[in-house]
Each structure stands twice: as structure tokens, then as C-alpha cells.
């Protein structure tokens, strides 16, 4: 089906203008049409028109307030050609002033009678190609405008999408500082429970230590004052309670040693470890050669630690490492230091029974212990004491071990700026 937009729309009222125009078009392969008149002309081209033909004296005062009308209400894109034919003298001056009148709203082009067929069909020929191009124009205009209203919707949801993210934002904002309060509250109830909980155990065990010493004392003063009197059994007896004394009391030390561990203020500063390790060798006689042999890789480096709290770790390490030997074989234990970046790694290295890796984690909780006391003797609490307190001093412990081939405790600490 052919379009509205490619069919020359023809007016010519008086004779066989009309008739002979549309044939030579339509033979010529263009689409065209005949109107009564010009009101039928224009109603006509409310549905689309290519070009328009006219014969002047269709145009009486009536029919140019029509043509007047369809002309003003084209789109913007719309150039409509109208191709008026004169009859030459007045007539065509006639068309002159048409020109004048409608010339900045349709292309009009002007031909005088008698006409030749070929004057006709291309004068109509490039009206239509004109056309075509507005229509390609038109359609063009057409796309850009939806693809603005797509890009306007598209545009409107963005801006949608945005304020429902804003206020999810905010929402989740305020979740968050409600939450931060809610945490900062409970740790700090959990913190203030764990300090009571702490001072707790610390008085009790503290005050548990006077009777247990009573107790070993007064039971090594039966067994040496007493002795006469006593029988085997009797004897028996006063060492066991004696030795359990002992042990509840070591074990009260080294809880009230963990939990002054866990409370104490530490204040962090430059250690000269070598000393501190010798200071430590020195004090202690299951140390001392030849029972025991230590040795120290000089120098050691020094390292950024509180004192006290180091002391402590490595007098633990070196009483496991010389504790933890098969029976009657001579600890030896190595004692040396690794610097990477700014961190000194503190190595404890025995030639004992070792440690199954299955273990390794396990021996840093508190009472863990691999050995039974038969076998050697403890509380479970020395390796716990080592990793809070290395941890407080913003540090790090592990090991490495196998059974039967000894064990190398290590200590990282920040290194000392000054060495
Ligand atoms: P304790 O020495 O009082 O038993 P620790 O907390 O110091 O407690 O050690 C926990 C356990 O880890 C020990 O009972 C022992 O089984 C194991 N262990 C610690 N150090 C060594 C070591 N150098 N060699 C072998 N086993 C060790």
C-alpha cells in the first residue's frame, strides 16, 4: 500500500487539467489523486500528503483560507510543496502574489500553461523527494523524542532509585549507631562483671594461701618433732597431706600470677633482653650447669616489652624447656633472637620430649596440660600466663614441635629503636 505521504493530491476544476495531470503522473509511476475541490484537498491532507497540485482559478478568496489554514498547521519539519499551475500574463502575476502571500510557509513552484509532461513530472518529482526527506526528518524527530521520554523515565527512576538508597542508607546509619551504643554498653558491663569476677578469684585465692600453709607447716612440724610417735602409716600420711599442701599451693600461685596478668597495668618500654635472660639464669639453680645446660647466642637483640611481664615469660619457657626432658638425660636448651623488619623473634629451643602438632594449640588454654603430674610435675598455667601476657604487650607466641624431637617456643615482640 502506498502512503499518504508520497501522493500528489490535484485540483483542477474547470476542463480536463485534472484528468490529464493524474495520468501522466500515475504513468510516470506516481501516486496521485484528484479533488473536487480545495476544501476537499485539505481534508484530505490532514492524513498525509507528498506535494500538491493546484490550478490557479481553484483558488478563489474562500479556498486560500483553507489552503491558508492547512499550510499554517504543518509541523515545524513540514516544507509541503504546492506546484500552481498559471496560465501565463495575469494569471501568472496573479501567482506572483500568491507566492508572496504563502512562499515562507510551502515551497511553491510556479508553471504556466501549456504545460509539457515533462515540466510536470519532474517539477512534481523533486516536490516528492523533498518530501521524503522532511518525512525521514519527521521520523527522526519522532525517535529523539521518545528516546527522550525513555531517557527522561529512565532519568526519574535513577532519581527514585537514589532517594530509596539514601533512606536505606540512613536507615541502615542509624542501625549502626544504635548498635555501636548497644555493643559499647555491653562490653562495658562484660568488662566491669570480668574485673569483679577477677578481684573475686584473686581475694579468695589469696586468702586460701594462709590456711594451706598453715597446714604444710604444721605437718613438717609433726613429722620432724613428732616423729617418735608416729607409725609408718602416721608418717605416711603427714608427707601426703604435706605434698598436696604444696601442690594446692603452687597452683594458687600461679593463678593469682595469671590473674595479675590479665589485670595488671603494663607499661611498655625499651628491654635489654640479654640482660634480662642472664639476670633470670643467675637467680633461678635449676638453671645452673652442669644439672642444666643454656645456651646464648650473643647478642640478643633488644626489644620493646614491660619488664616484669618478659621476665616472667621467659623464666616459664626456660623451666618447661628444662622440665620437659626423658629421665636422666641432660637438658640442653638454646636461646637466641631473629630480627625481621621491626620485629624480634625470641627463640627458647630444648632438646625435651616434644609436642604432638595436634597439641600445639591446645597447652596455651589454662590447666591444659599433655603430661600428667606422675610424669611431670605442673599446673597447666605457665603457657597461659605467656600468651596473655605476650598478647598485652602487643605481641605473639606459637611453637614449633614434633614428639621425641624437642621443642622451639617462640616470642615475637616489637624490636627497640635504638639497637
Ligand atoms: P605446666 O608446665 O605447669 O604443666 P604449662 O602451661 O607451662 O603448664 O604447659 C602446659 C603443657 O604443655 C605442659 O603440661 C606440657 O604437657 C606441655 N609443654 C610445655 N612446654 C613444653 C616443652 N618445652 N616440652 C614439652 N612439652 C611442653
Known amino acids: 500500500m502506498q502512503s ?84 501565463g500574463g495575469d494569471a501568472t502575476r496573479a501567482g506572483a502574489e500568491l507566492l508572496r502571500e504563502l512562499g515562507d510557509r510551502c515551497a511553491i513552484t510556479i508553471l ?46 535513577l532519581e527514585k532509585s537514589q532517594e530509596e538508597l539514601l533512606h536505606a542508607k540512613d536507615i541502615i ?31 579468695i585465692s589469696h586468702d586460701m594461701r594462709g590456711p594451706l600453709r598453715a597446714m604444710q607447716q604444721y605437718s613438717t612440724l609433726l613429722l620432724e618433732e613428732e616423729q617418735d610417735k608416729l607409725s609408718p602409716d602416721g608418717k605416711d600420711f603427714l608427707t601426703r597431706i604435706s605434698r598436696a599442701a604444696g601442690r594446692l599451693d603452687r597452683l594458687i600461685q600461679d593463678v593469682l600470677l595469671y590473674s595479675r596478668a590479665a589485670q595488671e597495668e603494663i607499661q611498655l618500654a ?80 630444648d632438646n625435651g620430649i616434644g609436642i604432638a602438632p595436634k597439641n600445639h594449640h591446645r597447652i596455651f588454654n589454662i590447666f591444659e596440660r599433655v603430661h600428667s603430674p606422675e610424669q611431670y610435675d605442673g599446673t597447666g598455667i605457665g603457657l597461659s600466663i605467656v600468651k596473655k601476657t605476650v598478647e598485652r604487650m602487643g605481641g605473639d607466641v606459637g611453637l614449633e614441635s614434633a614428639l621425641g624431637k624437642g621443642t622451639r617456643f617462640w616470642i615475637d615482640l616489637p624490636a627497640s629503636k635504638h639497637s
Open 173 to 203: 546509619s542509624k542501625h549502626a549507631s544504635q548498635l555501636e551504643i548497644t555493643v559499647r554498653e555491653r562490653t562495658a558491663k562484660l568488662k566491669e562483671t570480668n574485673a569483679q569476677l577477677e578481684a573475686f578469684s584473686y581475694s
Open 270 to 349: 625499651e628491654v635489654d633482653l640479654g640482660k634480662l635472660v642472664h639476670e633470670i639464669i643467675h637467680q633461678y639453680p635449676g638453671f645452673q650447669p652442669p644439672k642444666v645446660s643454656i645456651n646464648i647466642d650473643e647478642p640478643l637483640e633488644a626489644v620493646v616489652a614491660h619488664e616484669a611481664s618478659l621476665t616472667q615469660c621467659i623464666s616459664n619457657l626456660l623451666s618447661n624447656a628444662v622440665k620437659f626432658v626423658p629421665p636422666g638425660k641432660q637438658p640442653e636448651v638454646r636461646v637466641h633472637t631473629q630480627r625481621t623488619n621491626g620485629t624480634v623473634r625470641i627463640w627458647i629451643e
Open 4 to 87: 499518504a505521504d508520497s501522493c500528489v493530491l490535484i485540483v483542477a476544476p474547470i476542463g480536463r487539467d485534472a484528468l490529464n495531470a493524474c495520468e501522466v503522473l500515475v504513468a510516470d509511476g506516481i501516486n496521485a489523486s484528484i479533488c473536487t475541490d480545495i476544501p476537499e484537498m485539505c481534508a484530505r491532507a490532514q492524513n498525509g500528503v507528498g506535494a500538491l497540485l493546484v490550478a490557479q482559478e481553484a483558488l478563489a478568496d474562500q479556498s486560500m483560507a483553507c489552503v491558508s489554514e492547512l499550510l499554517r498547521q504543518q509541523p515545524p519539519w513540514s516544507d509541503l510543496a504546492l506546484v500552481l499551475l498559471t496560465s
Open 112 to 157: 504556466e500553461r501549456p504545460l509539457r509532461r515533462v515540466t510536470l513530472v519532474s517539477a512534481l518529482r523533486s516536490a516528492l523527494r523533498g518530501r521524503k526527506r522532511q518525512c525521514q526528518v519527521r521520523d527522526l524527530l519522532e525517535q529523539r523524542e521518545s528516546m527522550l521520554q525513555e531517557l527522561q523515565k529512565r532519568a526519574e527512576s
